[in-house]
RNA sequence: GUGGGUGUAGUUCAACGGUAGAGCACCGGAUUGUGGUUCCGGGCGUUGUGGGUUCAAAUCCCAUCAUCCACCCCA
């Protein structure tokens, strides 16, 4: 009995009609990050568990209740990582990476794994492409990384996205303005949603980003961090939006911006497309200068952000913006006859070593339902070698754009091609 | 995890409880060595799956799975 199998929830399948996009996008975002001099490293598809844990932060939901976990057969514990950061963090400290001083440039593309309920804009697999720039505090940093993604989105042909920053202080800034938080949220208790009720104690701060409109409306005279930064933080901050004038990089400061990932401080940042829908966020990224001692590293600061692919191509629709070309062979070889069959394959091998890419199919035999087939594949030339044209060593190359064709001697006919199909 | 919508041919969608159809795509043909346009011909698909109601179910009911949108969260 043949059993259908379905493709599980809130994955989905690259197809080789589609694949090209892709292709294109991780192209533009490699040449992007070697621009910025970052360098690619790739980490493993799942870490121990524990590693977000205490990255990404036991209370948070990505640790509660979205992270894919299983048990190897020793027992021990992992989870399919459900961002990117954390890996790359722990790579760098367990490799060493940044004995040479300054500072580190590392990029990763590949999927993520949150157990979510799938809606537009959000997958249970899903490909993020992300940077991480390890070492240095300096506000230029800040600006240069929030330059790289601008730049990005801009080199995709983007133009309908908001670049939004906000900092959200030291654990300094912290302490004191969670305090104030919760002395300004409290005498509305009973008006506050039962999560922010739930919130109002742990973590002060994501009652400004709720979105229950009760909630916004009590938030919207809240008291904002940027009044509570310390010095330190609030010079950061400026000089931070001082670099992004310098680089012409428009911005709005939002207030509002909470990262719900634990290891961020200072500098938090989003670009946001509101024609998206729910899932607005094309690229999220901030700070994370506490990180890398936590993980038992040299106490060095850091900043990266990270994007999804899948928001980027639904952004790149409705924004009508092309990207890639379809791939599509350069020619088509037509063969007429048995005896000229057998010269095929000595053919399109030569062809092929040459960088030529041709196309044949030994089951048609009509010239018809070849010269059709090359229509469909919207090939550049048809090669049409029949009985005719083999005695005389010869073959025919037509143009399927304009329909003209030329007899060409057989042995000159790879070089020939070699030189006008190549880029 | 919660709420609502949807599930019929490869695809986009029709079909008052009474024989399941169309556009696009696809395949073949229109004097045997030239594609795109045009014309002609070609569709028995477990109506997502499993139950139930009924003389009769794609249609009504229940369950289940998937999908979409929103909440939530975030990329």
Not at 71 to 85: H, I, V
Not at 129 to 153: Q, R
Request: with cysteine; glycine share 8%.
């Amino acid at each position: 009995m043949a059993v259908k199998y379905q493709i599980p929830r809130g994955t989905f399948d690259i197809l080789p009609e589609e694949s090209y996009q892709w292709q294109y996008i991780t192209n533009v975002f490699r040449e992007i990050a070697r621009e910025f001099s970052y360098k690619e490293i790739v980490t493993p598809i799942f870490e121990k568990k524990e590693l977000f844990e205490r990255s990404v932060g036991n209370s948070s939901d990505i640790v509660q209740k979205e992270m894919y976990e299983f048990k190897d057969k020793k027992g021990r514990e992992f989870a399919l990582r459900p961002e990117g950061t954390a890996p790359v963090v722990r790579s760098f400290v367990e490799n060493n990476l940044g004995m040479g001083g300054g500072n580190t440039k590392l990029f990763y593309l590949g999927p993520m794994f949150r157990y979510d309920r799938p809606q537009k804009g959000r997958f249970r697999q899903f490909y993020q492409y992300g940077v991480e720039n390890i070492g240095s505090d300096d506000p230029y940093i800040d600006a240069e990384v929030i330059a790289m993604g601008y730049t990005f989105l801009e080199k995709l042909g983007l133009s309908n996205f908001e670049l939004e920053i906000n900092s959200i202080g030291c654990a300094n800034c912290t302490e004191n303005y969670d305090k104030i938080l919760v002395k300004y949220f409290t005498p509305f208790m009973q008006e506050l949603c039962s999560d922010c009720q739930d919130r109002i104690n742990k973590k002060p701060k994501r009652l400004l980003d709720c979105k229950v409109p009760e909630c916004r409306k009590i938030a919207q005279n809240a008291p904002s961090m940027l009044d509570y930064l310390d010095e330190e933080c609030k010079e950061h901050f400026l000089e931070v939006q001082r670099n992004l004038k310098i680089m012409s990089i428009p911005f709005k400061i939002n207030p509002k911006i909470v990262r719900g990932l634990d290891y961020y401080n200072k500098t938090a940042f989003e670009f946001v497309d509101k024609n998206l829908g729910a899932q607005d966020t094309l690229i999220g990224g901030g700070r994370y200068n506490e990180l890398i001692g936590q993980f038992g590293g040299k106490d060095v600061p850091g900043i990266g952000y990270a994007g999804g692919f899948e928001r980027l191509m639904l952004s790149m629709e409705t924004e009508k913006v092309t990207f890639g070309e379809k791939q599509v062979p350069d020619i088509y070889l037509v063969t007429l006859g048995e005896k000229v069959k057998d010269v095929a394959g000595k053919l399109l091998l030569d062809l092929r070593i040459a960088g030529v890419s041709a196309e044949f199919d030994p089951e048609k035999n009509s010239i018809k339902s070849q010269m059709k087939a090359a229509d469909k594949l919207q090939v550049r030339f048809a090669l049409i070698l029949g009985d005719d044209e083999f005695a005389q060593n010869k073959i025919i190359l037509k143009d399927m754009k304009s329909g003209e064709q030329e007899l060409i001697g057989l042995e000159k006919i790879v070089e020939s091609l070699k030189k006008t199909c190549e880029k």
